[in-house]
Structures are given as C-alpha cells and as structure tokens.
C-alpha cells in the first residue's frame, strides 16, 4: 500500500514484528501496520548491510546467530510503532517469555519521552501477542564457545565518552575494534587519531519514514543506542570478536521525570536498566552476558570530562552534538551547533579543565558569555523545569562546574557566569550532591585491570 496523503494514527490497531531474513550480508527486518481493512495495510523494511565488515557470506555456516537476528528485529521495531502508537504489537512468529517482557521493556523505558512529548501514555504499555509460544529458542541448547579475551568491540559515537573508552583500553596494551553505525566525519575522524581499525554497518530505515512523518505519523524520540548496541552484538559474533564494550555513563541512568508514574529518560538505552535488561536476555538467550556491558557505567560525565581532558589529540575532530549525527547528510552539521543543550553541557564542564582558550577553539566562540544560553543554563543546572531531553549529565555536575568559574578571573567576567554567582548558594548547595563514583557490578573479571586504571586518580 503507497503512504497515503494524509496519515491517521488511530486508524491502526497493531503494529507487527513480521520477521526477517539474512542474503548476502544484509539483514532485513520486517514490520506492518494494520488496521479494520487488510489492503490499507502498511509494510516497512529497515536493512543492516554488514558487506563492509569483510566477512565472508558464503554459506549457511556463514549466518549470523538466530538468536541476535531476533534481538535486533524485536529491537528495531520502535521506529515503526512510534508511528501510529496503536494498542497491540504482535510478533508475528513464536517467542518465549523473556523475549515479550524483553520488547515490553523497552517500549515502556525506551518511548517515554515520545510518549510524553505526544501525550499518549498508552503508548507505554500495549497489548503484547505472538504467532505462537517457545520454550527456548533455537541454538540455546549449545554452548556458548564465545571468548572474552578476544578484542573487544567498542562502538564510537565520535563524542568525548568513547575516546576515554579507547584510550583506556590502548593504555592497558589493547588494540580494540572500533565500530559505527553508518558513517559520520566525526567518528572517522576519532578513529583515525586513534591509530585502530574501524568497522562500520549501515543501517537504512524504511525510505516511506519520511514521507508518513509528512504525512500527520506520530514521531519522537526512540531508544537508538538499544538497536546499536544489538547491532554491535551481530557485529562482534560475525568477526569473533570479545565483549561489546560501550562508554554509557552513570549520569545516564538519572531520568528527565516522572509522569503518569513512568520514569521518563531521554537516554533509556544507555541507562544501567537496559544495560542490566540486555545482559540478562543474552544469559535467557544462552548467551554469555559478558558480550555486552559498559566500561564508563560508574563515572558521572564531569568524571568522564576528568579523563577526556588529556586526550588532546582528538580535541580538534571531536564532536558530541547530536545535529552532527542526523541521518540526512543535507541537514547535517558539520561541528558543534552551539546552541543545542548538549553544546552548552559539554561546555561547561570542560570549560574548567581544559582552559578558555582551548574550549572556545573547539566551539568557535564562548558560549559562557552568550546571554541567549541563560535560560537553557538554567534548565541544566536544576533552576527550572525538567532536565532538557538530550544526552546531558546531572544537575550537581552543571552546578559545580559553573560555582568553581566563579573564582577564575578569566571566566568570572562572562555573561552567564555574571548571572549565575546571583544563585551561588543555591548551586553549591546543589554540587554538594553530586553522585560519587560507584564501582559498576557488569564488568568481566577480565576487565579489572583496565577498570582500576581507569577509577585510579
Ligand atoms: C540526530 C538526532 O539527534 N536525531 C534526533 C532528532 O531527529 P531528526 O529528525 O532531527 O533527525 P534524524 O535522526 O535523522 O531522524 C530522521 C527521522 O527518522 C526517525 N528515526 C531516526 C532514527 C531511528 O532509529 N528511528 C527513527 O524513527 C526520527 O524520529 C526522525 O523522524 O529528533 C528525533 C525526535 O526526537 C530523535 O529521535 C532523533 O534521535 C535519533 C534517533 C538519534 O540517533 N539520536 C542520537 C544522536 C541520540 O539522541 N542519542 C541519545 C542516546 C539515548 C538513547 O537512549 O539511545 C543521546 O545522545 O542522548
Ligand atoms: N553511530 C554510532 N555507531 C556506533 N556507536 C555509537 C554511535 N553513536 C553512539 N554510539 C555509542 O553509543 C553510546 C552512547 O553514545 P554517546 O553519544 O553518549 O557517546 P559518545 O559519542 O562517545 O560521547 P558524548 O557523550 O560526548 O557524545 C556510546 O558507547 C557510543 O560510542
């Protein structure tokens, strides 16, 4: 069926996880909208093209693991179902009981913010059904013969959090894969400085998104870093490699709010909650949980930003703003934007440790002294509203970064700076809250060397 002019929401009652299959080193997953009338159904595609992995796809002992094909298509559906938020989700083959609470999770935790922005908190809970019930899916009968001392695999996001990953990693002797989803000039660019092989997949939603969001499709924010992170898994398995080994901080797990009761967090699927989800669905899968867990888990992000201000060789290619990561290369950009909540946060937290006239290279300009940024200023250091819906630390981190400029002379002068010493009390206080580092319990005994250099001081 074309994508119709105008597009109803509520028309559709279903929304099916069809199945999927595997040629030629491409993986794709099927999904439909449904409703009263079979013909004004909707059939959606979304393709994982592992070709440029350099893996052989020969034969039938070429396929990837059945059982991470599955996570990634359960996975993957949130884009599809976002788009009419109907009452029921169907897979339409047979699944076993950790496979539902699986997908009912990370609807629930992973659509808050879109069901939030949409006014839909039905949308967090629909009505569950499958073609048929399993009791273990195929191949977990045999044993993982996965290793944890292969090389890891460490996705790059091209931001700050992944190359503290990196260079811990290449501290303690190790050469780590490095890995994207599709291609951005920033995670090539950290990839290159930092001397290692990198890996990408490309991932191709459905062409009709677009057009259906044209259309009157609800749309928002969905959990990215979940159908990474599946893919990173598949990746990891192709080319035999150790554990997925991701940079999701301990400000991650901390949500925006709370409404209707759901807590409601922009970064879900970097949160220890799916962290924990996912490692126990590759353990119910057969799997060993140590494939997948996440180095940075106990560190706060001005913690992170600690440890990033060393590495000033990538301080000229990397970025953290999410504009520069948009799928359309034609509204992409190309460096910081400077204006979004995550430009401001990762200002102000390296502004006191890498210096002020190193960061306002890297942002051409000094965002501190732009009086337009005081309102969102506010927002992230707990003065307003809710925390803004981006990948940002806690409130505690914004607040101490900004009391201790108050003492420098070369920032004391700065327009936000000026505004907030007003609010000193208030923000020391609020600093005085913020989260220590606590150990995280996900990482392999393997990796506790690497670990205690990395909480060392
Ligand atoms: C780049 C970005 O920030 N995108 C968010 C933005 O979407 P926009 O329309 O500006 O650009 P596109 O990302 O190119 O999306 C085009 C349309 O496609 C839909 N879509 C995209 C990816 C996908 O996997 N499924 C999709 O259905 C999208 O909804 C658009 O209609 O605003 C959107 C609405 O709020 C956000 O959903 C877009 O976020 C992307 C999914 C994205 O990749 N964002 C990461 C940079 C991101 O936010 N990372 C989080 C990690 C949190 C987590 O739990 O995973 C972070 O940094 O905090
Ligand atoms: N396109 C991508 N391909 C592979 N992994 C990615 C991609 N985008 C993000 N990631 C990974 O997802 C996790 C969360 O991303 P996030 O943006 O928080 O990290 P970052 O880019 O390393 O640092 P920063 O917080 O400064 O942006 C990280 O492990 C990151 O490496």
């Known amino acids: 069926m074309p994508v119709p002019a105008e597009f109803v929401p509520a028309y559709f009652d279903t929304l099916v ?23 004004q159904s ?50 339409g083959f047979a699944v076993t009981d950790f496979e539902r609470d699986y997908l009912a999770q990370v609807i629930r935790g992973g659509l808050g913010e879109f069901a939030y922005e949409n006014d839909l908190p039905a949308a967090l809970e629909p009505e569950i059904t499958a073609d048929g019930a399993l009791e273990q899916v195929p191949g977990a009968q045999t044993p993982d013969t996965w290793r944890v001392d292969a090389p890891a695999l460490v996705p790059v996001g091209g931001g700050k959090d992944s190359i503290v990953t990196i260079e811990t990693l290449k501290a ?14 920033p995670i090539d660019d950290t990839i290159e400085v930092s001397g290692l092989t990198g890996v990408r997949v490309r991932r191709r939603l459905d062409p009709k998104m677009g057009e259906l969001n044209k259309a009157g499709a609800y749309n928002g924010h969905i959990p990215v870093t979940a159908i990474n992170s599946a893919i990173a898994l598949l990746t990891a398995d192709l080319l035999s490699l150790g554990s997925v080994v991701m940079s999701n901080e301990q400000s991650a797990d901390i ?15 970097k949160s220890i909650v799916y962290e924990n989800l996912l490692r126990q669905t590759l353990a119910d899968y057969g799997l060993n949980p140590d494939r997948y867990f996440s180095l940075l888990r106990a560190l706060p992000e001005t913690a992170i930003a600690d440890r990033f201000a060393s590495c000033t060789q990538y301080f000229d290619v990397f970025v953290s703003c999410n504009r520069s990561f948009a799928l359309d290369p ?15 946060f990762v200002y102000v937290i390296l502004a006191p440790r890498i210096g002020k006239e190193r960061i306002c290279e890297i942002f051409d300009g000094d965002l501190l002294d732009e009086t337009e940024h005081l309102e969102l200023y506010r927002e992230l250091a707990g003065m307003t509203k809710h925390k803004p819906f981006e990948c940002v630390g806690d409130y505690a981190e914004v607040a101490e ?3 201790s400029l108050m003492d420098r002379p070369e920032w004391a002068d700065d327009a936000i700076v000026v505004e907030m010493t007003q609010n000193r009390d208030e923000l020391t206080e609020r600093a005085a809250g913020k989260a220590p580092i606590v150990p995280s319990k996900n990482v392999p005994a393997h990796y506790a060397r690497v670990f205690d250099a990395l909480l060392a001081p």
Request: overall charge negative.
């Open 42 to 91: 909707l059939e959606f595609t979304e393709t994982f093209d592992f070709r440029e992995l350099g893996a052989t796809f020969d034969g039938p002992e070429d396929r990837p693991d059945e059982r991470l094909l599955r996570l990634l298509t359960i996975t993957a559906c949130v884009s599809y179902y976002k788009l009419a938020a109907p009452s029921r989700l169907h897979l």
């Open 401 to 403: 970064s900004l009391v």
């Open 330 to 344: 034609e509204r992409r950009r190309s460096r910081w934007c400077g204006e979004c909540p995550k430009c401001l």
């Open 172 to 185: 303690d002797g190790q050469q780590p894969v490095l890995f994207s989803v599709n291609q951005y000039q």
């Open 17 to 39: 996880i069809s199945g999927y299959d595997f040629t030629d080193g491409q993986v794709r997953s099927h999904y439909a909208l449904t409703g009263p009338d079979p013909a």
């Open 255 to 269: 949500e925006n709010l709370v409404w209707h009761g759901f807590d409601v967090n922009h970064q879900w699927s």
